[in-house]
């Protein structure tokens, strides 16, 4: 099979890779929040 | 070098220096479907032709363009925010997980807390949790040391949002570049679908040649058969006649013999020479068909040629070309899907993550609805600027028109109108707007939508939060429930002077009323929407021909019903359906709600048009009378004008107090 726009379907891909990445590091973002939120007592 | 060609130049130039690692190969393969969109780009806008057909593809294309021309640089941004935070956020659980260490709080396995245990960011986050949840009702030493450092902590978390802003809307970009290039290789694709229903042709064509040449050689081989035959006949007759005269041969030999040679057999001279005269036409009659015989031949080895060749050349090559097609076609779009539905998860992943963080923070993070707006509003950033130097440029020294304009404005603007901050977003003028249309009379409002009005509505419902969309969509509906329904035939006498010919003026009325009332817009399906275009196409073409009366009936008849019907649908598709999750579902819904913007831009561009139009008369008008001595009327009351209201937004009109 030759898949002749494979660099656009790879971008799409990588792309998505890095978005997922942001989602992780959002993530991580929420939760040391609801950290911080509990060490100065506002939780 | 033509306008074309240096934009598609310049475009590459940019994206091959925003990112080295761009695949340049790419662009050739797609270099077909650039050059669709560059000639799409190179219709040259005149007076004479100039629509708002050309000028809403031109804009759609300019935004497209803009979000590709981006993408790798949003991707680029989003890959260095994402590093600086990551790193960030190491650096932080370390520092936390060491000093927790060095305070003497140890692990399961009793040893101090150290980071170094740790391989994953999520790892330690997770340990620095399971600490604080041990600790922070066993550990007064623990509590207290973290409320000494409350104003450090509340920074760190004001750089977080700031941080978690920033990849939101980075996030965000990112997603719209994908669907971008999505949309490119469902392009891409559908071209190499149209290259294999183009083999699919060739190779239908070649085998009706083949069959063609096979049918000759059937035909060619019957007659070959019958010549055979023929030839056949002919030979057994010469073989028949030839044995009779050799009979005949030696019966006079035999018979001279007897004569001693002195006598010939006279009665069967006669015989023999009708014979052998007989014998050599027969001869001539074989050579004949032996000659047709070895044409046919030919005829049928020129068909096996020609067979051989289309089928083990033609036929062959294009069976393993669009095989190989085919195969590439059914990968890339499994693979196609595959990734449009990870993109789609994606965009409710991001707005998960915006309620999320929303929460944690306690406060609005600036994310989806602000971040569309600088996407609509990016290409207009510097039309503000422009106009906001003309602006000071006029206020320094004001000019007659100034003052009537600003009269005007005084004039419209409420006295209840809410001040905005100078530093507020888009979101926070148009709910401003909104606000102070709840306080404006219902007359009013209907001037503004004839007016310059229109637009900034339809900004408005683009901006504003969803409530104030409600609001604004309630305020539209009271103008609209004020409209007078039009009488049947004069509607229908009104329709057929601009509708098509392939339009039944009844399909239009049906499309605006329907037992009485005013029909929803989100109800008419792309055929309506794309009826009503017509209506409003012809009208365009043929305006400068009308009388006021007409042009009056058009407005009262067709065009009021049509502008608050699409700024309705406007709002209700945005109401509930915003943002980035709008522009996924937007994919399924592409040609109806292109077809729907459409109709709305034109409906914009009629209302100022018109407004203008109507202004100008009456300032004539004015002027005429002024001349004559007499009293001027007060038109003050209607909006005023101040150009093409779409090279403006909201927050300059604010700031000026237009609205």
Not at chain 2, 28 to 52: A, C, G, L, M, S
Not at chain 2, 323 to 338: D, M, P, V, Y
């Amino acid at each position: 099979m030759i898949l002749v726009n494979d660099n656009l379907l790879d971008e799409i891909e990588e792309n998505n890779r890095i978005i997922e990445e942001a989602d992780r590091t959002l993530e991580q973002i929420n939760r040391l929040t609801k950290l911080m939120d509990e060490w100065v007592g506002e939780k | 070098m033509p306008q074309s060609e240096y934009r598609k130049e310049n475009r590459e130039n940019n994206r091959t220096d925003r990112n080295n690692s761009y695949d340049n190969s790419r662009k050739n393969q797609y270099r077909d479907v650039d050059k669709k969109e560059e000639e799409t780009k190179k219709e040259v806008v005149t007076p004479q032709n100039r629509d708002i057909t050309v000028e809403l593809k031109s804009n759609t294309a300019k935004t497209k363009s803009l979000i590709k021309e981006k993408g790798p640089v949003t991707i680029a941004s989003l890959k260095i925010s994402l590093a600086e935070v990551n790193n960030m956020l190491v650096e932080f659980y370390d520092a936390q997980l060491n000093a927790f260490g060095a305070q003497g709080l140890k692990d399961k396995d009793g040893n101090p807390y150290n980071a170094a245990n740790y391989s994953t960011p999520e790892e330690k986050l997770t340990a620095l949790e399971a600490i604080t949840h041990y600790n922070l009702e066993r550990n007064a030493e623990f509590t207290s040391a973290h409320k000494e450092r409350i104003e450090e902590i509340k920074n760190k978390k004001a750089l977080l949002k700031e941080k978690a802003e920033k990849i939101l809307n980075t996030q965000k970009e990112a997603i719209e570049y994908n669907f971008e290039l999505i949309k490119e290789a469902r392009e891409y694709i559908h071209k190499k679908e149209l290259e294999s229903a183009e083999i699919n042709t060739k190779k239908t064509e070649t085998r009706a040649k083949v069959d063609a040449l096979n049918n000759d050689k059937a035909s060619y081989e019957t007659q070959k058969a019958d010549i055979q035959s023929k030839l056949d006949k002919l030979n057994a007759e010469r073989k028949e006649l030839q044995e009779k005269i050799n009979e005949i041969r030696e019966k006079e030999l035999n018979q001279g013999n007897a004569n001693n040679g002195k006598q010939r057999n006279n009665q069967n001279a006669g015989y023999y020479t009708a014979m052998s005269q007989q014998l050599r036409g027969l001869s001539d009659q074989i050579t004949e068909q032996e000659r047709n015989l070895t044409t046919i031949n030919e005829k049928i080895s020129i068909c096996d040629h020609d067979i051989a060749e289309l089928e083990n050349g033609v036929l062959k090559s294009l069976d393993e070309k669009g095989r190989a097609l085919e195969s590439e076609i059914e990968g890339n779009n499994k693979r196609l899907k595959e990734l449009e539905t990870s993109t789609g998860k994606l965009v409710s992943k991001h707005d998960k993550d915006i309620d999320t963080l929303n929460d944690a923070f306690k406060e609005k993070v600036k994310g989806l609805v602000e971040d569309d707006i600088k996407l609509n509003y990016s290409d207009k950033k510097a039309d503000e600027a422009k106009e906001k130097e003309e602006l000071e440029a006029k206020s320094e020294t004001p000019s007659n028109d100034d003052k009537t304009q600003a009269n005007n404005s005084t004039a419209t603007t409420t006295s209840t109108n809410m001040p905005v901050p100078s530093d507020a977003s888009n979101l926070e003028y148009a709910n401003t707007l909104v606000d102070n249309l709840k306080r404006t009379s219902a007359e009013k409002i209907r001037w503004m939508i004839n007016g310059e009005g229109y637009s900034d509505m339809i900004d408005a419902m683009d901006a504003a939060d969803v409530l104030h969309k409600k609001d604004l969509m309630a305020i539209i509906e009271n103008v609209q429930n004020d409209f007078e329904l039009p009488d049947y035939n004069e509607f229908l006498d009104c329709i057929k002077d601009f509708a098509p010919k392939k339009i039944n003026p009844d399909d239009v009325y049906d499309c605006l009323f329907n037992g009485g009332k005013i029909n929803n817009f989100n109800s008419l399906n792309k055929k309506q929407i794309d009826m009503l275009q017509y209506v409003m196409d012809g009208y365009l073409k043929a305006k400068l021909k009308l009388s006021g009366d007409q042009l009056e009936s058009f407005e009262k008849n067709f065009a009021q019903f049509v502008k608050t019907g699409a700024l309705l649908q406007r709002g209700s598709r945005l109401a509930f359906n915003n943002g980035i999750r709008g522009i996924f579902n937007n994919i399924f819904n592409r040609s109806l709600n292109a077809s729907r913007n459409r109709l709305l831009y034109t409906m914009s561009d009629y209302t100022a048009a018109r407004f203008k139009d109507l202004n100008a008369t009456l300032k004539r008008k004015d002027e005429f009378k002024k001349d004559l001595g007499k009293k001027v009327e007060d038109y003050s009351e209607i909006p005023p004008t101040r150009g093409d209201v779409r090279k403006r937004d909201l927050k300059s009109k604010v700031d000026r107090g237009i609205l």
